[in-house]
């Protein structure tokens, strides 16, 4: 079963790579992390397979392509603090986990923040804080970051994520309407569009 797994993790690094992914600490962790543990346990035949799949709460966990892309984007050395928005499962705070030194990650939902917790914890993510709140505030005590990325999409990137970031630092966040719109980074105060994608919305206290 776990060299199962294995495999079908190692097809998916494959894929990742012929779409462009290179950098090494994201293929490492995408080869490594169980993403079958964050899913429901009906759902572990699906959980190499490019789809969103429901988590609880109305939400998803994102398709690995995304998270990979996502992960790519803060072009990690295994050194960076990293803030998440979203926790959701847990497990692209995982990834990012393998690929930076320190990741803080908030999300709204109680009950996804403590799920999140505990398979992190089993999985002996120590690296990791999930945090239960509104993400668009930040963790201002653990600014400034070098990554910051956002999971879920925005209208606009809230201003206390761009106060975070540090000069040298990278956002990534989906920004759009209704659910579709585009994956922008913003490195050196440049802004660019990577891919047009389909987020959960970003709901905020102010929204
Ligand atoms: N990264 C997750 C998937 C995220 S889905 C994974 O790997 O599974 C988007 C998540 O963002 C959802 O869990 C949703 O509850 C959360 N979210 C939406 N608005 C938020 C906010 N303002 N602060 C924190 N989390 C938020």
Same mark, same amino acid.
């Given at each position: 079963?776990?060299?199962?797994?294995?495999?079908?993790?190692?097809?998916?690094?494959?894929?990742?790579?012929?779409?462009?992914?290179?950098?090494?600490?994201?293929?490492?962790?995408?080869?490594?992390?169980?993403?079958?543990?964050?899913?429901?346990?009906?759902?572990?035949?699906?959980?190499?397979?490019?789809?969103?799949?429901?988590? !609880?709460?109305?939400? $998803?966990?994102?398709?690995?392509? +995304?998270?990979?892309?996502?992960? =790519?984007? #803060?072009? %990690?050395? /295994? *050194?960076?603090?990293?803030?998440?928005?979203?926790?959701?499962?847990?497990?692209?705070?995982?990834?990012?986990?393998?690929?930076?030194?320190?990741?803080?990650?908030?999300?709204?939902?109680?009950?996804?923040?403590?799920?999140?917790?505990?398979?992190?914890?089993?999985?002996?993510?120590?690296?990791?804080?999930?945090?239960?709140?509104?993400?668009?505030?930040?963790?201002?005590?653990?600014?400034?970051?070098? !990554?910051?990325?956002? $999971?879920?999409?925005?209208?606009? +990137?809230?201003?206390?994520?761009? =106060?975070? #970031?540090? %000069?040298? /630092? *990278?956002?990534?966040?989906?920004?759009?309407?209704?659910?579709?719109?585009?994956?922008?980074?913003?490195?050196?105060?440049?802004?660019?569009?990577?891919?047009?994608?389909?987020?959960?919305?970003?709901?905020?206290?102010?929204?």
């Amino acid at each position: 079963m776990a060299g199962d797994e294995r495999a079908r993790r190692s097809d998916m690094v494959d894929s990742l790579r012929r779409g462009g992914i290179s950098n090494r600490y994201v293929l490492e962790a995408m080869a490594e992390v169980p993403r079958q543990r964050f899913v429901d346990p009906e759902l572990v035949p699906e959980a190499y397979t490019d789809q969103p799949l429901p988590i !609880g709460s109305g939400q $998803t966990i994102s398709v690995p392509w +995304i998270v990979a892309l996502m992960a =790519e984007a #803060l072009d %990690p050395s /295994g *050194t960076e603090n990293v803030l998440e928005i979203g926790t959701g499962s847990g497990y692209a705070a995982a990834v990012l986990a393998r690929c930076c030194r320190r990741v803080t990650s908030v999300e709204r939902h109680a009950d996804l923040a403590e799920g999140a917790r505990r398979t992190l914890a089993e999985l002996d993510y120590d690296n990791v804080e999930v945090r239960h709140g509104d993400g668009a505030r930040g963790a201002p005590d653990r600014a400034p970051f070098d !990554g910051i990325s956002v $999971t879920a999409m925005a209208e606009e +990137i809230p201003q206390p994520l761009l =106060e975070q #970031l540090g %000069p040298d /630092g *990278t956002l990534v966040c989906p920004v759009g309407h209704g659910g579709l719109g585009d994956l922008v980074r913003l490195r050196h105060g440049r802004r660019e569009t990577l891919s047009s994608v389909g987020f959960v919305p970003l709901v905020t206290d102010e929204s």
